[in-house]
C-alpha cells in the first residue's frame, strides 16, 4: 500500500440516544465536535450520535414508533394550516 494516502482508522463508540445503545467499532469516519466517552475497558473514546441504529430501527425490533426529533409534524401543519377547510 502507498504510505500517506490511506484516511485514519480508528476505534470510535456509535451511540443511539434514543435507546440508550452504544457500540464500539473500528471506522474511517471522522466525529465531529469532540465528544469523548468511556466505553467498559476505562478508556475514552470519540463518539459518533445515530438517530436509528439496529436496537430503535423497526425492521429489527418489530415495533412501530415514530420519533419527531426536528418537529416535522409542527412544521408540516403549520405550513399547510391555510389549506385546510375552514367551516
Known amino acids: 500500500m502507498k504510505a500517506g494516502i490511506h484516511p485514519e482508522y480508528k476505534e470510535v463508540i456509535f451511540f443511539d440516544a434514543s435507546v440508550d445503545f452504544k457500540f464500539l467499532t473500528r ?11 468511556k466505553w467498559t475497558d476505562g478508556n475514552e473514546y470519540p463518539v459518533v450520535r445515530l438517530d436509528v ?3 430503535s430501527h423497526p425492521f429489527y425490533t418489530g415495533k412501530q414508533k415514530i420519533v419527531d426529533t426536528a418537529g416535522r409534524i409542527d412544521k408540516f401543519n403549520t405550513k399547510f394550516a391555510m389549506f385546510s377547510k375552514k367551516k
Open 53 to 55: 441504529s439496529s436496537e
Open 27 to 37: 471506522t474511517t469516519m471522522v466525529p465531529r465536535g469532540g465528544e469523548k466517552m
